[in-house]
């Protein structure tokens, strides 16, 4: 017998998990509906179409990543080094255990509903700010922009041959290669202020 009440939360977090698995355009509003419990009607209580809930699940895996990865560039307690381990090893759990969500709906969708191009651009420019941010304090700030582009895309790419592969030396690699790029510039900085 169907639920009579669930959260939002509860929806989006059942969505998310419904559209990583099965893709947008793969999971209906009765798959959704189901897996919290509810009869397909009573899902439109909550959000009037499939696009409205998607929209609603895109920004709520964006709050997600800005309060347990993106902060992580901003805490100054932490050298730069460790804001950047730290944030990429949060990013890591998060792709890997649940998908990619961002990602997948951004090829998925991003020519056909351009509202949804439209967050998934905002969240990526947040993540390339947060990177930059902390290479800004190791070199000069164009190219702190460029290792930030660079770092978010490899590692972007690094989780699909993860999952593609079903191998975590992509990500290994990735991480490793930005931990040289960053002891690299870190050690550069070093000399230049001696």
Not at 4 to 23: G, N, T
Not at 47 to 65: D, G, R
Not at 139 to 155: G, H, I, M, P, S
Request: charge should be positive; proline fraction near 2%.
């Amino acid at each position: 017998m169907p639920k009579q009440k669930v959260s939002i939360e509860d929806i989006l977090k059942q969505s998310l998990k419904l559209f990583r698995q099965k893709s947008y355009h793969n999971t209906s509003i009765a798959d959704i509906a189901s897996a919290c419990g509810l009869l397909k009607g009573s899902l439109y209580h909550y959000f009037p179409s499939k696009e409205a809930l998607m929209s609603a699940v895109i920004k709520y895996a964006h709050e997600f990543f800005q309060k347990e990865v993106f902060s992580i560039a901003y805490d100054k307690t932490l050298s730069p080094q460790q804001r950047m381990e730290k944030m990429f090893k949060k990013s890591e759990r998060a792709l890997l255990s649940d998908g990619n969500i961002m990602g997948n709906i951004g090829v998925e969708t991003a020519r056909a509903i351009p509202e949804f191009a439209e967050h998934i651009r905002d969240f990526y420019k947040e993540w390339m700010s947060a990177v930059e941010y902390v290479f800004s304090e190791i070199t000069n700030e164009e190219d702190a922009k460029k290792l930030a582009e660079q770092t978010v895309a490899e590692f972007e790419g690094a989780v699909m041959m993860t999952r593609i592969f079903k191998d975590a030396k992509y990500i290994k690699n990735a991480y490793d290669r930005l931990l040289s790029r960053f002891a690299a510039y870190t050690l550069a900085d070093l000399k230049q202020n001696n």
